[in-house]
C-alpha cells in the first residue's frame, strides 16, 4: 500500500469530481454527458495502459458503447446511473454481436457500485464479464492506484492535475461535516446534562490501548456529550439519507491519511486540525469565533473516537451501556 501525495491529491480530485458530477455540475473541462468519456479514455490509457479510443466520434450514438479498444479487446460503458437494469441493457443491445470476443467493462462515474459487483446479470450475447472485476467507481480505482509504485502514482498524480486540477481545486464544495457544526455551535455546552448512554471504562481502556495521554484530557472532557451528538445525528439523517455517515466517514479519512505518518497524542490532535480546516474551506460553513469552532471539532472528534471510527480498540471493546 503506497498513500503518498500524490494519492492522496488523486484521491480528493476524484472524489470531488464524482460528487459534481452526481448534483450535475458543469465543469468547464468536463460535462456529464460527453467530455466525462473523454476524460476516462485518457485516464485509464494512463492508469492501465490501454489504447481506449472515443467510439463515438467515428460512429454517433452507439448504444452501450462508450469507449473502445481493439487492440486489448475492451468495450467500456460510462455511466452516471449505476443499476443492475442499465448494464442488463447495455449487455442486451444488438450491436455488441459485432464484438463477441471482446471484454465489457462499466464504469460508475458518480456513485458507489459496491452493491453491484455482487450481482449476475443477464448477458444474452456471451461477452466477456465478470462483475466483481469489470464494474469499475471511484473507489475501486482508487484500491488500484493505491497499489502502485510511487513514479506511477506521480504520473497519474500530473495527468489528474493537468485535466482537473485547475478545475476543482479552487471550488468549495457543500460539506455534511461543516453542516453538523452549524447545528452544533447553536447548542449550549455549558448544560453539562448527561444521560450516562457510554461506559467510561470502557473508553478509558481504549484511552490507555492507543498510548493517549494529553488526548485522554480532551475525551474526558467531552466524552459526556456523546449522547447529545447521537441525538442531532438523528435529527440531521432526517434531512437526508446517512447524512452522519458522511460525517463520521470524513473524520475517519483524516484519521487513515495521517495514521501512517503518526501516532498517539500526535495523531488525535492532526486529526482535529485537519477537520477544522476541512470545515474551515467548506461552502456552508457559517464563520463562528476560532474557540467555538474548536470545541465543536473537539467534540466531534472525540465522538468518532467513541464510535470506533478513529483508533484501534481494545479487545471486546463496548463503549454503549448495558
Not at 450535475?24 to 490509457?45: A, M, P, Q, T
Not at 464504469?107 to 453491484?116: C, E, P, Q, R
Not at 461543516?178 to 467510561?200: G, R, Y
Request: glycine share 2%.
Amino acid at each position: 500500500m503506497n498513500r503518498t501525495p500524490y494519492f492522496d491529491y488523486i484521491e480528493e480530485n476524484l472524489n470531488l469530481l464524482a460528487v459534481r458530477i452526481n448534483a450535475r455540475g458543469k465543469l468547464n473541462i468536463l460535462n456529464l454527458h460527453v467530455h466525462s468519456e473523454n476524460f476516462y479514455l485518457h485516464f485509464f490509457n494512463e492508469l492501465f495502459g490501454w489504447k481506449l479510443e472515443n467510439l463515438n466520434k467515428s460512429q454517433q450514438n452507439v448504444e452501450a458503447i462508450d469507449l473502445i479498444d481493439h487492440t486489448n479487446k475492451l468495450i467500456i460503458q460510462i455511466s452516471a446511473t449505476n443499476t443492475k437494469t442499465k448494464i442488463e441493457s447495455a449487455l442486451s443491445k444488438n450491436v455488441l454481436k459485432k464484438y463477441t470476443a471482446y471484454h465489457f467493462k462499466f464504469v460508475s462515474i458518480s456513485k458507489d457500485a459496491t452493491n453491484l459487483r455482487k450481482l449476475t446479470f443477464t448477458n444474452p450475447h456471451n461477452l466477456a464479464f465478470v462483475p466483481k472485476d469489470d464494474i469499475y467507481d471511484t473507489a475501486s480505482i482508487l484500491n488500484d492506484i493505491i497499489s502502485l509504485n510511487v513514479v506511477k502514482q506521480k504520473q497519474v498524480y500530473q495527468f489528474i492535475q493537468e485535466e482537473l486540477g485547475n478545475e476543482i481545486d479552487i471550488v468549495k464544495l457543500d460539506s455534511n461535516l461543516a453542516s453538523v457544526i452549524n447545528i452544533l455551535s447553536k447548542e449550549d455546552w455549558d448544560n453539562t446534562e448527561n444521560p450516562n448512554q457510554i461506559n467510561s471504562f470502557e473508553i478509558d481502556r481504549k484511552i490507555n490501548h492507543n498510548n493517549l495521554v494529553n488526548s485522554k484530557l480532551i475525551i474526558d472532557d467531552y466524552c459526556m456529550h456523546y449522547g447529545r451528538v447521537d441525538k442531532i445525528y438523528t435529527e440531521f439523517d432526517a434531512l437526508g439519507l446517512n447524512k452522519s455517515s458522511s460525517v463520521l466517514g470524513n473524520i475517519r479519512k483524516e484519521y487513515i491519511k495521517a495514521k501512517g505518518i503518526l501516532n498517539d497524542d500526535s495523531l488525535f490532535f492532526e486529526i482535529i486540525q485537519k477537520v477544522k480546516e476541512k470545515i474551515q474551506t467548506s461552502a456552508n460553513y457559517v464563520q463562528i469565533p476560532i474557540d467555538e469552532l474548536e470545541l465543536c471539532v473537539n467534540i466531534l472528534v472525540v465522538d468518532a473516537f467513541i464510535r470506533c471510527k478513529i483508533f484501534e480498540n481494545p479487545k471486546n471493546y463496548n463503549y454503549a451501556t448495558t
